[in-house]
């Protein structure tokens, strides 16, 4: 007889009994005082957010480097490091002046030319950037601290565009091609990486930036002040969830990122331990498939799948407690000021296997390999990656499951060709409901072909229709592309959903605090009592 996790939950630990702890990890783990703070979050690889959309790269980039512009609870962009900045009465071209007391962690001080080297590399690597790069006519250094972008038409979005994923690199490190990561981690943020502490594989620490001068304004979003309140940091890096609860019951860690639901009912008995969603917004599951090879480089494939995911399936995998989660349809996310209903004929509550067949009929689907990228260290993403090649057999695809960690998925997914050489056909992911509310710079809405995302669904016309996003000078006008470019996107179907979750994290009481915003959590402002 085979015990499930939600079996052992019953009996370990749902009277909030802690778990037993590995020997190996009681000997190895330090006691935390109330200035050090013990995060368990996702595993952290790589570290520049150039070349990467993974979001403990982002977590990390928050936390060492600084950005021109952040965003304010009300996802506003506000100056961060830009002290004054101006635009000329023809609007084309912008005038930003640094603020004071902005070093780098080595000691020197943080230029203009540190900039504008900058956003010439995030120009190459992140669509915002790129998007800024067909309007620039020049990015150039007026003095130390003064720098000017010249465009060559006006663009109401650019401090919005500058708020994106821009963080500010020494003009050396952002010398590198983007094909080239950036290992040096020194940045001018509120705190340290300490290189000496770090322990791929185990553990990462960052310390307060003693030198750090936050804005004067409250904190607010990403925005304002960012005020530290703790001396370290520790990200620790416990693949197995089980390990992490017990930790978590035992006062060894602080923090666990997205705990199972599975957990919910352990968490909530225990007096010492709260749940608290952050992201209100939530997640949005999804699978993306290989619009490049068979069987899916015919558009009634994809249509099948569409048709034939049952959400409600899925999210019964991810997260059973509907209090937690939505079916969701719109291709701009759930409750986004441009989701809408244009175009949602396919959704169906349990899914339509007999036209998802119909539809593989169609496309003159022959019984081809369909390789499932499955991540094992990923429980929701191999939950569901499995119910996916249930569902898919049922209806006649000859789905197979291609396990490895997530590191193997994403060296995996980069591959264009075909299953024999090393290709796949679908994988499962997720990413913050709110950024699907822009398409101008979420890289999962793009429809470029083999220039753009993994999966690489190719549409002129929805390019087309995207390009006049950053246009766009009302929100009604946006309404309305967002409806034009949804009928367009749901009969491509690139992208299938599985659902939304808004999915809580689990902290000791003692741990407050904690910056709310979608997607991402900074480190700072949060304390220990």
Known sequence: MKISRREI??????????????????????????RTVHMVKSPLSIFDPIVTSANATHEHALAIYDTLFSFSSKFMPQPQMVGKWGISDDRKTYTFELRDGLNWHDGTPVTAADCVASIHRWGQGKLGGKLLMTR???????????????????????????????YIMREKDAAKPVTEAVTANIGSGPFKFNHALAKPGASFAYDRNEKYVPRSEPSDGFAGGKIVKVDRVIWDLIGDQQTALAALQAGEIDFL???????????????????????????????????????????????????????????????????YSSTV??????????????????????????????????????????????????????????????????????????????GGLVARRSNKGPISEGGWSIFITSE??????????????????????????NSDEYEALRAKWADVQT??????????????????????????????????????????MPEFLPMWNMEKA
Not at 341 to 360: F, H, M, S, T, V
Not at 448 to 456: F, L, N, P, Q, T
Request: with cysteine; hydrophobic share 40%.
């Open 9 to 34: 939950m019953k009996v370990g630990v749902a009277a909030g009994a802690s778990l037993a702890m590995p020997p190996v990890l009681r000997a190895q783990a330090a006691p935390t005082d109330a």
């Open 136 to 166: 620039v006519s020049d990015i150039s250094k007026k003095d130390e601290k003064t720098f000017t972008i010249a465009l060559k038409e006006p663009l109401g979005l650019l401090p919005t565009l500058l708020g994106q994923a821009l």
């Open 432 to 457: 913050s409901n709110f950024s699907r509310g822009d398409p101008a710079v979420m890289p999962s809405l793009d429809a470029s072909g083999e220039k753009g995302w993994y999966g690489w669904p």
């Open 329 to 406: 349809t719109s291709f701009f996310g759930d409750g986004n000021p441009v989701s809408n209903d244009e175009n949602i004929g396919w959704y169906k509550k349990g899914g339509d296997p007999e036209k998802a067949k119909q539809l593989l009929k169609e496309a003159g689907y022959a019984g081809e390999k369909v390789v499932i990228l499955q991540p094992t260290d990923w429980a929701e993403g191999s939950n569901t990656s499995q119910v996916l090649a249930a569902e898919l057999r049922k209806i006649g695809v000859n789905a197979e499951l291609a396990a490895s960690d997530w």
């Open 257 to 323: 990122e997205g705990p199972p639901a599975d957990f919910y009912p352990a968490i909530e008995s225990d007096p010492n331990l709260a749940l608290q969603v952050l992201d209100t917004s939530g997640q949005v599951y999804y699978l993306r498939m290989n619009c490049l090879q068979k069987p899916f480089d015919n558009v009634k494939a994809r249509q099948a799948v569409l048709h034939l995911v049952n959400q409600e399936a899925y999210l019964n995998v991810i997260s059973p407690d509907p209090k």
């Open 475 to 516: 929100i009604e006008e946006r309404k309305e592309l967002a409806r034009k470019m949804q009928q367009v996107a749901w009969d491509l179907a690139g992208t299938v959903f599985l659902g939304r979750v808004v999915g809580p994290i689990a902290r000791r009481k003692t741990l407050t605090g904690l910056i709310g």
